[in-house]
């Protein structure tokens, strides 16, 4: 079917099938169901499967995840695209291995390049925790050795 004649139908696909569907796209355009005026319009716009805005190798991402542009020349940004079990902006955390890690709860909070004070409130009280629990550990080790180094009867 010639293209003008197939991107016409485009709109009843949306309509048809209502709020199920949010997106669909073919061999040369990608459309986006939306709503305009009380009725489901498709906005379709050219889209080439083949191209890949793949940061050209310069990604900063890690663990060899896919790198991702804005745009073809002069990208503005990139995104790393994170496989299961990896997170964070570059996918520099991963929760592999464990059931539940402080990076996997705590790992969005954290901001990096701000002071500890203008962290978010769970950030803050985690590392508190954190330092309490440390230094009970340490006055718990110097107790026990002197408990041990004292010559008893």
């Known amino acids: 079917m010639h293209l003008l004649r197939r991107i016409k139908y ?9 709020f199920l569907l949010s997106c669909f796209y073919d061999d040369d355009h990608f459309c986006l169901c939306t709503d305009f005026n009380h009725q489901r319009l498709a906005n379709c716009f050219e889209f080439d499967q083949q191209n890949k805005f793949d940061c050209f190798g310069q990604s900063n ?13 002069c990208p503005q940004t990139s995104i790393c695209i994170c496989p299961a079990c990896y997170f964070g902006s570059l996918c520099q955390f991963t ?12 790992g969005y ?45």
């Not at 080790?141 to 008893?152: D, P, Q, V």
Request: net charge negative.
């Open 10 to 18: 485009y709109h009843q696909v949306c309509e048809k099938d209502s």
């Open 109 to 153: 909070h954290i901001q990096p390049h701000i002071h500890i004070t203008y962290q978010p409130s769970i950030v803050q009280i985690s590392i508190s925790f954190t330092v309490i629990m440390i230094c009970a550990g340490l006055v718990n080790s110097l107790l026990m050795i002197t408990t041990f180094k004292n010559e008893g009867p």
């Open 95 to 106: 929760s592999d291995g464990f059931g539940l890690s402080l990076d996997g709860i705590l």
């Open 61 to 73: 991402c890690q663990h060899g995840v896919e790198c991702i542009q804005d745009r073809w020349t």
